[in-house]
């Protein structure tokens, strides 16, 4: 059969069961307003958290960054594509996360299937909450580990999941705010449960760094759980930084193990210096931004108060990303529709990203929000609701 005519045939069955996605393109930079098919739409679905994707300093910083150091990086970073600002950039994480050390990774993906791939082989373990980020998964199947999985935030269950691994290394891994339900991990549960069990940590906080914690330092500065008790820490920079890239923070031997052995950041060209220059002015930013925080969390409020006035079943958040549940992928696909005819962007985030029957609208707030803006959504939302009244 012709390539074509096989993958077609797929592809209808994926239709049928609602499960197709495709792009949208965008006409305008980031932001509260995106431009698309000759619209304006009030945007609710970036990881944009502060705002600052478009920001006039991380423009500035970028333009600056290829006027010192050109485009392309030329190489890898062991070979010759490691300067003078990823250095500095490091240095800067490493500091801002309270660790000894930081090392750069092109992307989050890549960091978790590097790092989870270094550390544990065949003969080791690899402990998982179910629903655990999709690069965290893989990371694990690439790594060769049995990989053993346990109920969503419940650390006696992760207790239990370490006491099955035989002999070999134990890694224990999770995200801390997941990134479809908006929920925060029980950190310091797990750090016990490791420590335990001799497994070792390792959390991602793609969604709680910048947004979480003192100076946005994330969720694992937030609850004060230090090296020992977190000994591998992942941050991306594309959500609430506002860049791109991504990076891993500990002692220096980690970072030295991953240079030798990640081989997600060993072959792969470094990123472009000037998106590191882009991103050290974003940290300066990031740290200052207690009034973006603040606005965040009272937006945050302001929706949660006016969805559960209007019935609708949130997952149990405490973070700007609010899932709205709506079970069915037909559902959770009207339902985007819905909003669209009200001009707001809204995705519908259905399996395999999510589990079977938890369809559900993936709403995110930002700091430039306003309060208009949410109540807008909340007034949509509320044609939803009459639209569903089954
Ligand atoms: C977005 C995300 C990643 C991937 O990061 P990228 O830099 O976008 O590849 C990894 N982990 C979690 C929890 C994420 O939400």
Redesign the pocket.
């Known amino acids: 059969m012709r390539l074509a005519v096989a993958l077609q045939a797929d592809l209808q069955a994926r239709a049928a069961e609602g499960l197709y996605r495709r792009r949208h393109c965008v006409d305008s930079p980031q932001g509260v307003w995106l431009e698309r098919d000759g619209r304006r739409w009030l945007n609710f679905c970036s990881?944009d958290y502060l705002g600052l994707a478009a920001h006039p300093a991380l423009r500035a910083a970028l333009q600056r960054g290829t006027a010192d150091w050109g485009v392309g990086s030329g190489a890898s970073h062991l070979i010759c594509g490691h300067t003078r600002a990823h250095h500095a950039l490091e240095e800067e994480l490493a500091d801002f996360v309270g660790r000894e050390r930081a090392l750069l990774f092109s992307?989050?993906?890549?960091?978790?299937l590097g790092v989870i791939a270094a550390l544990c082989g065949r003969g080791d373990w690899v402990v998982e909450d179910k629903l655990n980020?999709a690069?965290?998964i893989d990371g694990a199947r690439l790594s060769g580990a049995r990989l053993l999985r346990y109920a969503h935030n419940d650390a006696t269950a992760a207790a239990a999941r370490l006491a099955e691994c035989g002999k070999g290394r134990r890694l224990l891994v999770s995200?801390t705010l997941f990134?479809m339900d908006g929920d925060l991990a029980p950190l310091a549960e797990l750090a016990e449960a490791a420590h335990n069990a001799d497994a070792w940590l390792m959390l991602?906080d793609?969604?709680g760094l910048g947004v979480l914690g003192p100076q946005g330092r994330g969720s694992v500065a937030q609850l004060g759980l230090d090296e020992d008790a977190v000994p591998i820490l992942?941050g991306?920079?594309?959500?609430a930084c506002g860049t791109?890239?991504?990076f891993v923070a500990g002692e220096a031997a980690l970072i030295e193990t991953l240079l030798q052995q990640a081989r997600t950041a060993i072959y792969t060209t470094a990123m472009p210096a000037a998106v590191a220059e882009a991103t050290r002015a974003a940290l300066r930013i990031v740290q200052a931004a207690e009034d973006r925080r603040q606005h965040l969390q009272v937006l945050t409020a302001q929706f949660r108060h006016g969805a559960q006035a209007l019935g609708l079943q949130l997952t149990p958040s405490v973070s700007p990303i609010q899932g709205v549940l709506l079970g069915d992928n037909a559902r959770a696909l009207a339902a985007a529709a819905h909003l669209a005819d009200c001009g707001i962007w809204v995705s519908a985030i259905r399996p395999p990203t999510v589990p079977v029957g938890s369809a559900r609208l993936r709403i995110t707030l930002t700091a430039a929000h306003t309060a208009e803006q949410v109540e807008r959504l909340l007034e949509a939302l509320a044609g939803l609701r009459t639209s569903y009244a089954d």
């Open positions: 990881n992307t989050g993906y890549m960091a978790n980020h690069s965290l995200d990134s991602d793609a969604h992942i991306t920079l594309g959500k791109f890239g991504a």
